[in-house]
């Protein structure tokens, strides 16, 4: 599985867009990059996954460059309900059952 | 929107005790999975499950722990001989047989923190 690298921690105001990079150098073909999010005391809950170029959902952004060994998660407007943890994982596709591996993910602080 | 839901939400035993944490997967799912969360540490993977049967398991889950789907509905993790070391918060999740994007999205239970004394 490839490792994946980010921030420990990033802090950001109400309203300012928020972009978070990770790396993942060994990234293989059949890996999807995938983004959780993480609450104090909650499960990890999906936000966003892709492929290649960019995905957009109504929570969040993802970039990823041609050569894919980066992507970016991007928060736009955050606000202090998006203080949580988040991580970047590289999951297989094609591939049920697969565990995920999370790393320590990065901690984004919102203030007011 | 369906949820996997966990009980107890705390459990509290003796050392040397057996445990059993309960998670009702989303209805439609036939990927299970247990993950653990030591406080301040990271998400870690226990087990994967499908059609009734371990299909990963990483090095934590040794033979004191063990996996079973009783019935159509619920999901059991047993923990036989509890140590103070698996004091966590245990995460269930679920996931479909095949996302619509060729990935698995999976949905994790809100936990149980379990707490060896």
């Known amino acids: 599985l490839a490792k994946t690298t980010q921030p420990i921690s990033m802090d950001s105001y109400e309203g300012q867009e928020v972009n978070i990079t990770c790396s993942h150098n060994?990234?293989?073909?059949?890996?999807?990059i995938t983004w959780y999010q993480q609450f104090p005391s909650q499960g990890p809950r999906f936000i966003i996954q892709?492929?290649?170029t960019k995905v957009t959902n109504e929570v969040a952004s993802l970039f990823i460059p041609a050569d894919r060994k980066s992507s970016t998660l991007s928060l736009p407007r955050v606000s202090l309900s998006d203080t949580a943890v988040y991580y970047c994982?590289?999951?297989?596709?094609?591939?049920?059952?697969?565990?995920?591996?999370f790393g320590k993910g990065t901690t984004l602080s919102v203030s007011s | 929107e369906p949820e996997v839901t966990q009980t107890p939400s705390h459990q509290v035993t003796q050392m040397g005790q057996e445990v059993i944490l309960r998670c009702v997967p989303i209805?439609?799912?036939?990927?299970f999975y247990w993950y653990r969360q030591i406080l301040g540490q990271k998400v870690e993977f226990l087990v994967s499950?499908?059609?009734?049967?371990?299909?990963?398991k990483s090095e934590i889950f040794d033979d004191q722990f063990s996996v079973e789907r009783p019935d159509g509905s619920n999901f059991t993790l047993k923990i036989r001989s509890t140590k103070l070391e698996d004091s966590a918060m245990y995460f269930c999740?679920?996931?479909?047989?095949?996302?619509?994007?060729?990935?698995?999205?999976?949905?994790f239970g809100p936990g149980t923190r379990l707490t060896v004394t």
């Open positions: 999740a679920s996931s479909a047989l095949r996302g619509t994007s060729g990935s698995y999205e999976q949905y």
């Open positions: 060994n990234i293989a073909t059949n890996d999807y």
């Open positions: 892709g492929y290649k």
């Open positions: 994982l590289v999951a297989q596709a094609n591939q049920a059952g697969t565990a995920l591996i």
């Open positions: 209805s439609n799912h036939l990927y």
């Open positions: 499950f499908y059609n009734n049967e371990i299909s990963e």
